[in-house]
Nanobody, 121 residues
Framework: QVQMVESGGGVVQAGGSLRLSCVAS????????MVWYRQAPGKEREFVAM??????????DYDDFAKDRFTFSRDNAGNATYLEINSLRPGGTAIYYC????????????WGQGNQVTGSS
């Protein structure tokens, strides 16, 4: 069984930065897709960033809104992913979720518990 533990969220002054982490426990995860999503109040969950495994190794991708202010990284040795958010917007808030997708005969996904991020004025 895999558990995804998120940390690093909170309230940060507008213009500041925040770094979220997501650590997988239970077993080592390799050759999997790791994804960050977010969901704002009253809105649907949306994709933020991810790394994808293929025959060449890992490739990364960002949603358009996240390209300028978000930095995604992955630490396979520690089964961890990180999301750095820069220039937080005043009054903005969302819950961020990490996700791992394990390919196979029956694909499996594991989700973090969610981590709220708020930019204060």
């Amino acid at each position: 069984q895999v558990q995804m533990v998120e940390s690093g969220g909170g309230v940060v002054q507008a213009g500041g930065s925040l770094r979220l982490s997501c650590v997988a426990s239970g077993r080592t995860l390799v050759n999997v897709d790791m994804v960050w999503y977010r969901q704002a109040p009253g809105k649907e969950r949306e994709f933020v960033a991810m790394t994808r495994w293929d025959w060449r190794g890992y490739t990364s991708d960002y949603d358009d809104f996240a390209k300028d202010r978000f930095t995604f990284s992955r630490d396979n040795a520690g089964n961890a992913t990180y999301l750095e958010i820069n220039s937080l917007r005043p009054g903005g808030t969302a819950i961020y979720y990490c996700n791992v997708h394990v390919p196979g005969p029956v694909p499996v996904e594991y989700w973090g518990q969610g981590n709220q991020v708020t930019g204060s004025s």
